[in-house]
C-alpha cells in the first residue's frame, strides 16, 4: 500500500503505538499510588493490620506497574528528536522545557522515594515512610500535570511569538496556563483517579466472588466504591466542559467529534448524532440518527444556538478519520456513563445493608460488574486520546505548525523497522506484565505479615 511507504505516516503509527501502550501504565500510577497512601494513612490512624497489609499488596502491583511506565515512556522523549526534528527545533524553548521540568520535578521525586516507600518499611519510622509514599504520589501527578501542560499547549498554544520560525517565550506563565490546560490536566488526572478505583474494586470483587479472605477484600472494594462515589460525578462534569471548550477553541476538532457538517442557520438548532456514519469525501453523514436542536443545547444552552459546521473549514484543515473520531468519543461517552450507573447500582446495595461479608455472596452479578468494569477505564481513556490527538490534526501545534512539516526527513524503511520493532518490544513487555500481574493475584496478600511498631524512632 502506498500510505505504507510514507514515512511521516509511519512516524505517525509509531508515536502512536508507542503513546497509547505508555497510557496504560500512568493511568493506574497517579491513581494507585494516591490509594496507597490512604491504606498507610489509615494504618497509621487506626492500628488496623489489615490496612498495612492492604498497602503491602497493592504496592507489588504498583511497582510492576510503575516499571512497565518508565520502560515504556523513556523512547517518546526521544521520538521527538528522530522522528519529530522539525517539532522539536520550532518548538523546543518552550516544549523541552516543559519536558525538562516533567523529569527534575515529578520523576525524580517519584524515583528518589521510591526505594525508601518499597523498601524501607522496617528501616525507616512509619511517619518518615508515610512522607516517603506520599512524595511517590506527589511525583506520579506531578508528572501527569507536566506532561498534561505541554500537550494542552499543543492543543491551544499561548503566551509565544515565533521569531525565525522558532517558538519564542513571552510569558511563561500563559503559556503553561493556556486555554486547554485546566480541563486537560484535571480530566486526565481524574480519569487516572477512575481507572485505579475500579482497577482495584475490580480485583477486590474477584476475590470476593470467589471466596477468598472476603472480609479483607471487602475493605478495598468499600474504599473503591466511597472513592467512585466522588470521582465519577466530578470526571463526567470535566468531560463536559472539556467537549464544551473544544467548540470554542477547536471548532473543527468539536464538529468532527459530532460529525456535524453544516452550519446550522439562524433561527434552526443543530441536530446531535447519537450514531450516523460519516463520509468526508461527500461532507455529509450517509445516515444519522439524531436528536433535532440536541448539539444547540448542548454546547450553548440555546435550542437554536450556531454551531459552525466542518464543511465551512477548508478540506486541508479538517480532521482525517472522522467516523474514528465520531465513535471513540461515544464509546468514552458511553463507559463513563455505565461507570455512573455501576456506582449507583452499588451505592444502593451497600444502604440496604448488602455489601456485609454474610451478604455479599448473594451480589453475584453486582461482584461480576465490577469485574468485567476492569479493563473499561483503560478503554476510555484510549478512546479519549484518540479524539484529542486525532481530532488536532492536521496540526502538531494548533494552528501553527502541521503534522507533515513537523517529521523528520527519514526513509520510510528505517521508520518500518523501528516501529516493528516497538511493536514487537511492547508486546513482550504487556506480555510479562500480564504473567507476573496473574501471579501477583493468584499468591493474594500475605495476611500473616506482621508490621513494624507505629512508634518506632
Same mark, same amino acid.
Given at each position: 500500500?502506498?500510505?505504507?511507504?510514507?514515512?511521516?505516516?509511519?512516524?505517525?503509527?509509531?508515536?502512536?503505538?508507542?503513546?497509547?501502550?505508555?497510557?496504560?501504565?500512568?493511568?493506574?500510577?497517579?491513581?494507585?499510588? #494516591?490509594?496507597?497512601?490512604?491504606?498507610? $494513612?489509615?494504618?497509621?490512624?487506626?492500628?488496623?493490620?489489615?490496612?498495612?497489609?492492604?498497602?503491602?499488596?497493592?504496592?507489588?502491583?504498583?511497582?510492576?506497574?510503575?516499571?512497565?511506565?518508565?520502560?515504556?515512556? #523513556?523512547?517518546?522523549?526521544?521520538?521527538?528528536?528522530?522522528?519529530?526534528?522539525?517539532?522539536?527545533?520550532?518548538?523546543?524553548?518552550?516544549?523541552?522545557?516543559?519536558?525538562?521540568?516533567?523529569?527534575?520535578?515529578?520523576?525524580?521525586?517519584?524515583?528518589?522515594?521510591?526505594?525508601?516507600?518499597?523498601?524501607?518499611?522496617?528501616?525507616?519510622?512509619?511517619?518518615?515512610? /508515610? /512522607?516517603?509514599?506520599?512524595?511517590?504520589?506527589?511525583?506520579?501527578? /506531578?508528572?501527569?500535570?507536566?506532561?498534561?501542560?505541554?500537550?494542552?499547549?499543543?492543543?491551544?498554544?499561548?503566551?509565544?511569538?515565533?521569531?525565525?520560525?522558532?517558538?519564542?517565550?513571552?510569558?511563561?506563565?500563559?503559556?503553561? =496556563?493556556?486555554?486547554?490546560? @485546566?480541563?486537560?490536566?484535571?480530566?486526565?488526572?481524574?480519569?487516572?483517579?477512575? &481507572?485505579?478505583?475500579?482497577?482495584?474494586?475490580?480485583?477486590?470483587?474477584?476475590?470476593?466472588?470467589?471466596?477468598?479472605?472476603?472480609?479483607?477484600?471487602?475493605?478495598?472494594?468499600?474504599?473503591?466504591?466511597?472513592?467512585?462515589?466522588?470521582?465519577?460525578?466530578?470526571?463526567?462534569?470535566?468531560?463536559? !466542559?472539556?467537549?464544551?471548550?473544544?467548540?470554542?477553541?477547536?471548532?473543527?476538532? !468539536?464538529?468532527?467529534?459530532?460529525?456535524?457538517?453544516?452550519?446550522?442557520?439562524?433561527?434552526? !438548532?443543530?441536530?446531535?448524532?447519537?450514531?450516523?456514519?460519516?463520509?468526508?469525501?461527500?461532507?455529509?453523514?450517509?445516515?444519522?440518527? $439524531?436528536?433535532?436542536?440536541?448539539?444547540?443545547?448542548?454546547?450553548?444552552?440555546?435550542?437554536?444556538?450556531?454551531?459552525?459546521?466542518?464543511?465551512? =473549514?477548508?478540506?486541508?484543515?479538517?480532521?482525517?478519520?472522522?467516523?474514528?473520531? =465520531?465513535?471513540?468519543?461515544?464509546?468514552?461517552?458511553?463507559?463513563?456513563?455505565?461507570?455512573? !450507573?455501576?456506582?449507583?447500582?452499588?451505592?444502593?446495595?451497600?444502604?440496604?445493608?448488602?455489601?456485609?461479608?454474610?451478604?455479599?455472596?448473594?451480589?453475584?452479578?453486582?461482584?461480576?460488574?465490577?469485574?468485567?468494569?476492569?479493563?473499561?477505564?483503560?478503554?476510555?481513556?484510549?478512546?479519549?486520546?484518540?479524539?484529542?490527538?486525532?481530532?488536532?490534526?492536521?496540526?502538531?501545534?494548533?494552528?501553527?505548525?502541521? &503534522?507533515?512539516?513537523?517529521?523528520?526527513?527519514?526513509?520510510?524503511?528505517?521508520?518500518?523497522?523501528?516501529?516493528?520493532?516497538?511493536?514487537?518490544?511492547?508486546?513482550?513487555? #504487556?506480555?510479562?506484565?500480564?504473567?507476573?500481574? $496473574?501471579?501477583?493475584?493468584?499468591?493474594?496478600?500475605?495476611?500473616? /505479615?506482621?508490621? @513494624?511498631?507505629?512508634?518506632?524512632?
Amino acid at each position: 500500500m502506498e500510505i505504507l511507504q510514507d514515512p511521516v505516516f509511519l512516524s505517525r503509527l509509531q508515536f502512536a503505538v508507542t503513546a497509547m501502550f505508555h497510557i496504560l501504565w500512568p493511568l493506574t500510577t497517579v491513581g494507585l499510588s #494516591l490509594i496507597l497512601v490512604i491504606f498507610e $494513612a489509615l494504618w497509621l490512624k487506626t492500628g488496623d493490620i489489615d490496612n498495612y497489609r492492604h498497602a503491602r499488596f497493592w504496592g507489588k502491583l504498583f511497582l510492576l506497574n510503575f516499571s512497565v511506565g518508565v520502560i515504556s515512556g #523513556l523512547p517518546m522523549e526521544f521520538e521527538f528528536g528522530t522522528n519529530w526534528s522539525s517539532f522539536a527545533m520550532m518548538a523546543g524553548e518552550f516544549f523541552g522545557n516543559i519536558l525538562g521540568f516533567e523529569g527534575a520535578m515529578a520523576f525524580m521525586l517519584e524515583a528518589g522515594f521510591l526505594g525508601i516507600m518499597l523498601f524501607g518499611w522496617q528501616r525507616v519510622p512509619p511517619v518518615i515512610h /508515610l /512522607l516517603a509514599s506520599c512524595m511517590v504520589a506527589l511525583g506520579a501527578s /506531578l508528572s501527569a500535570f507536566w506532561i498534561l501542560v505541554a500537550n494542552s499547549w499543543m492543543q491551544t498554544p499561548a503566551g509565544i511569538h515565533l521569531e525565525n520560525n522558532r517558538v519564542v517565550v513571552d510569558n511563561y506563565f500563559e503559556a503553561i =496556563f493556556n486555554k486547554d490546560m @485546566p480541563w486537560g490536566v484535571l480530566h486526565m488526572w481524574f480519569a487516572c483517579l477512575a &481507572t485505579s478505583l475500579f482497577v482495584i474494586g475490580g480485583l477486590s470483587a474477584w476475590y470476593v466472588l470467589h471466596r477468598r479472605n472476603t472480609d479483607f477484600f471487602l475493605k478495598s472494594f468499600k474504599l473503591a466504591v466511597l472513592g467512585v462515589i466522588f470521582v465519577v460525578p466530578i470526571q463526567l462534569s470535566l468531560g463536559h !466542559g472539556s467537549g464544551h471548550e473544544v467548540f470554542v477553541t477547536q471548532p473543527a476538532k !468539536g464538529a468532527a467529534i459530532e460529525a456535524h457538517w453544516t452550519t446550522n442557520q439562524a433561527g434552526e !438548532g443543530a441536530a446531535w448524532n447519537l450514531l450516523a456514519w460519516p463520509n468526508q469525501t461527500a461532507q455529509k453523514n450517509v445516515w444519522a440518527i $439524531a436528536i433535532p436542536n440536541g448539539l444547540s443545547v448542548l454546547m450553548t444552552g440555546d435550542p437554536h444556538g450556531q454551531i459552525q459546521g466542518l464543511s465551512s =473549514f477548508p478540506k486541508a484543515n479538517q480532521p482525517p478519520a472522522i467516523a474514528l473520531i =465520531f465513535y471513540s468519543f461515544r464509546i468514552m461517552v458511553v463507559i463513563g456513563v455505565a461507570f455512573f !450507573g455501576l456506582m449507583v447500582w452499588t451505592s444502593v446495595a451497600w444502604l440496604k445493608g448488602q455489601l456485609s461479608s454474610v451478604a455479599i455472596g448473594n451480589r453475584r452479578w453486582l461482584l461480576r460488574a465490577w469485574i468485567a468494569a476492569i479493563p473499561l477505564g483503560y478503554l476510555a481513556s484510549e478512546c479519549g486520546w484518540i479524539v484529542r490527538e486525532v481530532g488536532r490534526q492536521p496540526w502538531v501545534i494548533y494552528g501553527l505548525l502541521r &503534522t507533515r512539516d513537523a517529521a523528520s526527513t527519514l526513509p520510510a524503511s528505517v521508520v518500518a523497522v523501528s516501529l516493528a520493532a516497538f511493536i514487537v518490544i511492547y508486546s513482550i513487555l #504487556l506480555i510479562s506484565f500480564l504473567f507476573f500481574a $496473574a501471579r501477583i493475584i493468584r499468591k493474594g496478600p500475605d495476611l500473616t /505479615l506482621l508490621p @513494624p511498631s507505629r512508634s518506632i524512632t
